[in-house]
């Protein structure tokens, strides 16, 4: 069955450290891939999303992740993390075949230390 | 702006009771989704509804119906509520067709209480 595996379940940073959220997934043909964040109190939202083209994507708020096929990994990166920060991160993949239903990973909390 | 509403923020109901959770959305979005989310598990899907009047079983549809009578709405319905109900519960949507990468918009969640 396909699956996301989000391997860190809490990381605690201080701000200005370096962030890279793991997330491997099983699927061996095309897929698209996503990072979804929850903030506090809020609803998810996309962060950024991969289909096609160049494996480094970037998003919102300084966050890239990028795509190595050969791994089938999809790790979420920001140079600097920062209070605001704080939420849960969600890595996510849609086979390409399946018609759009999205699979999700179990959640990495990140907590910034101000 | 694109929106995903969901009925209620937060509901507490009994045992035995019959919970309707309600969802709408004003994108035109073929599709449309139910989650419910807990801590340690991510999100897991319930049901999903590709167009009005479909319905189709997603992970863990146990305890759960869903209802698409208009393209813009999509119930979820605790047919007798139990406790390990209790959860948050996410509605989404997302074009069909070629639109496979554009990812999900989400409501802002429903927690439902079962005591």
């Known amino acids: 069955a396909q699956s996301v595996s989000q391997h860190n379940h809490h990381v605690i940073l201080s701000e200005a450290a370096s962030l890279e959220l793991g997330c491997n997934y099983s699927y061996g043909g095309t897929v698209n891939l996503f990072w979804y964040v929850q903030y506090p109190g809020q609803h998810l939202q996309l962060l950024l999303k991969y289909f096609s083209g160049d494996p480094l994507v970037k998003g919102i708020k300084g966050f890239e992740a990028e795509f190595i096929k050969s791994k089938f990994s999809f790790n979420l990166r920001k140079p600097s993390v920062q209070w605001s920060d704080t939420a849960e991160y969600f890595c996510?993949?849609?086979?390409?075949?399946?018609?759009?239903?999205?699979?999700f990973g179990s959640g990495t909390r990140l907590s910034i230390r101000p | 702006d694109v929106k995903v509403t969901q009925s209620s923020r937060y509901l507490v109901k009994r045992t035995g009771e019959k919970v309707f959770l309600e969802c709408v959305q004003d994108?035109?979005?073929?599709?449309m989704f139910w989650y419910r989310q807990d801590p340690g598990l991510g999100l897991r899907l319930i049901y999903f509804s590709y167009d009005v009047k479909m319905k189709e079983k997603g992970d863990i549809p146990e305890g759960y119906s869903v209802s698409r009578e208009k393209k813009e709405r999509f119930s979820l319905i605790l047919e007798s509520a139990s406790t390990n109900q209790t959860s948050m519960y996410l509605c989404a949507s997302s074009p069909g067709g070629s639109s496979l990468g554009y990812g999900y918009t989400f409501g802002s969640g429903t927690r439902l209480t079962v005591v």
């Open positions: 994108m035109d979005h073929e599709n």
């Open positions: 996510a993949v849609t086979p390409y075949s399946s018609a759009s239903k999205i699979i």
